[in-house]
């Protein structure tokens, strides 16, 4: 009965992220990217803190470790989620999201570096990954706006490294909790500096009520992969979480009219192809 809870707790992971990238499209913000992520940070902080304390609750770490966190957390939200929100602005959620899933192919490559193996199985998930990330530069999108799959390209290797980074702390006297609240504090900081200048709309318009709402859905998908990878092992947590492209693209879809996109048969086809590839890299 456990396992099913975690399985579906990752499951879950996806479908917060797919929906989150949703939420940003269609809140159709005017804000600086680093604005939104800034918005977005604060309005799930308050989540990361109750969790930290709840599975963390302040026991000690090494200093390397917390080293590595506040490095993981400048990549993860300064450089990856900033790009990715400019990436959903330009491609879309649904050519973003699967743009995205070349995080795990850059994951593996960085991997070696520590001693990990690249199977058979692995090489044929990134080649699929990669022919997915194809169709949708192919699409048209690369000559109309070739700043968007740049961006979703920049977000996928901040991801990687941040990832990368962050089992790092993990192994050098961390704890994954520790690690979650250590980079949204730096993330917030952080942008709160590349945000100074830039107009802040803090009332209670669409827009803003948007990104808090995406921010809250996006710290409730970090607080579940890490409860996930608590019963499960991350080869397996990772291909339920990256159900994400599937779910962006299908709700962009089934909400074209307030989206303004239509994936159409090669952004279905993308993203079928990310998933089997992701599915192939737990191998």
């Avoid at 470790?65 to 990549?75: E, K, M, P, R, T």
């Avoid at 709700?251 to 990310?274: C, K, Q």
Wanted: hydrophobic share 55%; with cysteine; glycine share 12%.
């Amino acid at each position: 009965m456990d396992n099913i809870i975690f399985y579906l707790v990752g499951v879950c992971v996806g479908i917060l992220f797919g929906v989150h990238d949703v939420v940003i499209r269609v809140s159709r913000s005017r804000l600086d990217t680093h604005a939104m992520t800034m918005l977005s940070l604060a309005s799930g902080y308050p989540l990361v803190l109750c969790f930290s304390l709840i599975f963390w609750g302040f026991k000690p770490i090494s200093l390397q470790s917390i080293l590595l966190y506040v490095v993981a957390g400048f990549i993860n939200f300064s450089v990856g989620r900033s790009s990715l929100y400019t990436a959903i602005r330009s491609v879309g959620a649904g050519g973003a999201s699967i743009l995205l899933t070349l995080s795990i192919v850059i994951g593996a490559s960085l991997g070696l570096l520590v001693g990990e193996e690249i199977t058979l199985w692995r090489g044929l998930g990134s080649a699929l990954i990669f022919v997915s990330a194809l169709l949708i530069a192919w699409g048209g999108e690369f000559r109309r706006n070739p700043r968007g799959i740049l961006a979703g390209l920049i977000a996928s290797a901040g991801l990687a490294l941040a990832i990368f980074t962050s089992r790092l702390g993990n192994i050098y006297g961390g704890d994954p909790f520790a690690g979650v609240l250590i980079a949204y504090s730096v993330g917030l900081i952080a942008e709160m500096g590349f945000s100074r200048g830039s107009k802040l709309v803090w009332s209670l318009d669409k827009e803003s009520l948007m990104i808090a709402v995406a921010g809250i859905l996006a710290s409730i998908g970090q607080i579940a992969r890490y409860y996930a990878l608590v019963g499960l092992e991350a080869s397996v947590v990772t291909p339920l979480q990256n159900i994400r492209p599937v779910v962006a693209t299908s709700l962009t879809r089934l909400f074209s009219r307030i989206t303004m996109e239509d994936p159409g048969v090669r952004g279905y086809s993308a993203a079928a192809i990310a998933m089997a590839g992701v599915v192939l890299m737990a191998f």
